[in-house]
């Protein structure tokens, strides 16, 4: 994170948790609904394979299978705020989930929101045109947090451990 965040964050330590889907906020208020089914279709699929939603899985044998991380969450002074993985969460507490799997980044500092935090539990799927607008890519926010930049970062570490860890 602090890579791809400059030094706005400081130092920052990431570790998997499960957390109460309760506690979680969003920046966001409105989802649309086709990512919002997937998150149901995916849901479905932990589900059926006996795994705890969200905890990371490859998603095929190695090295072809993707790892798929869970929902990015920043530990934040006014409690979690989802990054990435809204749809997820949603899907979870509206299919009456208490906890998730998630990746908590704690940083030492904490630049502002990049909008006005809101329960999850508020968040709803919409059709409306404000689902369809990026909220804060490419608007010049300065807190906007480029999670699909950590996420691939992520991605590559991990594979990186992986090989790592099944030696030559």
Do not use: K
């Not at 905890?55 to 790892?67: A, D, I, Q």
């Not at 909008?115 to 409306?128: C, R, T």
């Not at 991605?155 to 990186?160: D, F, K, N, P, Y």
């Amino acid at each position: 994170m602090a890579d791809s965040w400059g030094e706005r964050f400081g130092a920052v330590d990431v570790t998997c948790e499960q957390v109460g889907l309760r506690s979680l906020g969003s920046v966001i208020e409105l989802v649309a609904p086709a990512p919002y089914t997937s998150a149901q279709a995916l849901l479905r699929a932990f589900g059926r394979s006996g795994i705890a939603p969200y905890l990371p899985v490859l998603t095929g044998p190695w090295p072809g299978g993707r790892l798929l991380l869970g929902p990015l969450v920043e530990r934040h002074p006014g409690g979690l705020l989802i990054l990435d993985g809204v749809h997820r969460c949603l899907a979870a507490l509206r299919q009456g989930l208490d906890t998730v799997w998630v990746s908590v980044l704690t940083a030492e500092t904490h630049p502002p929101p990049a909008g006005p935090p809101v329960p999850l539990a508020e968040v709803a799927p919409s059709g409306s045109a404000r689902t369809r607008t990026p909220l804060f890519r490419h608007t010049g926010n300065p807190d906007f947090r480029p999670s699909d930049v950590f996420l691939s970062r992520a991605q590559t570490s991990a594979r990186r451990e992986i090989e790592r860890l099944r030696g030559p």
